[in-house]
């Protein structure tokens, strides 16, 4: 199928961007590596009247940090971020979960501030934003404003962004001393979806014990899932198989996953579990050492 008809523009920088979309209003649509765009359009399951390509926006492509926040531009390919030693050395969590994107075509192409609006609750850097509770700074040509990752998902490919809004910069906070990670999923093929994901950063004491910990899950709900029980239960404890049980029970009767012709909710909640006890124990043994 051919995508309906659209005026095409081809923004010099972010002022005349948000200009473009400030004037088209809900007709406009940015396109960045546009791979869940473009198919959408062809299908005809999106006629946008105005098509932004912000590919010449070179200032949102970066990767910087000051001492307590990575920074990366939305137009950031994913690859870029993916081989970053800056990226893995101070969120290494973002460097494991991006290795899952699609495949190599894919990151080569797609941008992280794409996958992100897009939003679908199975995707890995929804999740991880989530996870390392990460903000979103949103520009219109009024203002800019921040955005917390709980508060930027609303439901099913649908974030707290207006029509004249768009995605500039990513911000994650850097978690510092003896600090581990982990990031799991199952999908049928490589490069697919995940049916389920899991996602878990952590910080031990000088005991071995959790001082910190954040635990969400993907592919469960109709926006990435933040266990907040988890910092309760595991506070001022170490990772035993009693604890780990603990948590992977609570996660099961917390989601409430939708069946569909890839897997069923059942099966999809017994995913939860076994991915939430696999994150648990790998992200303690990273921060041990």
Same mark, same amino acid.
């Given at each position: ?37 473009? $198919? ?7 006629? $946008? ?71 679908? $609750?199975? %995707?890995?850097? $929804?999740?991880?934003?989530? %996870? ?66 899991? %996602? ?82 790998? %992200? ?6």
């Amino acid at each position: 199928m051919k995508p309906a008809k659209f005026d095409y523009y081809r923004p010099k920088d972010v002022s005349e961007a948000l200009s473009l979309l400030e004037s088209s209003g809900f007709d406009g649509k940015i396109i960045a590596g546009g791979q869940s765009l473009v $198919p959408i359009m062809n299908m005809r399951l999106a006629t $946008p009247q105005c098509l932004i390509d912000i590919n010449s926006l070179h200032d949102l492509n970066f990767i910087d940090s000051d001492d307590q926040t990575l920074k990366i531009g939305t137009m950031t390919r994913q690859n870029t971020v993916e081989t970053s030693e800056l990226v893995k050395s101070q969120c290494g969590l973002v460097t494991e979960a991006v290795a899952h994107i699609g495949h190599l075509q894919t990151r080569n192409r797609g941008t992280i501030g794409g996958s992100i609006v897009h939003a679908d $609750p199975s %995707a890995e850097l $929804p999740l991880v934003l989530m %996870a390392l509770n990460g903000t979103l700074h949103i520009s219109s040509e009024e203002e800019t404003r921040t955005v917390k990752a709980e508060d930027f998902f609303l439901t099913f490919l649908t974030t707290d962004m207006m029509p004249n809004e768009m995605l500039t910069e990513i911000h994650l906070p850097i978690w510092k001393g003896r600090v581990g990670s982990s990031f799991q999923e199952v999908a049928r093929r490589h490069g697919d979806f995940a049916l389920v994901a899991a %996602a878990c950063q952590l910080e031990l004491d000088a005991h071995d014990k959790i001082s910190d910990i954040r635990l969400a899950l993907g592919g469960v709900e109709a926006i990435p899932l933040l266990i907040e029980d988890a910092k309760e239960l595991l506070a001022g404890e170490k990772i035993t198989d009693q604890a780990v049980q603990k948590i992977a029970e609570l996660v099961g009767s917390s989601v409430e996953p939708e069946s569909d012709l890839h897997a069923s909710a059942t099966y999809r909640t017994q995913l939860a579990k076994v991915l939430t006890a696999r994150v648990l124990y790998q %992200a303690y043994e990273r921060a041990k050492g």
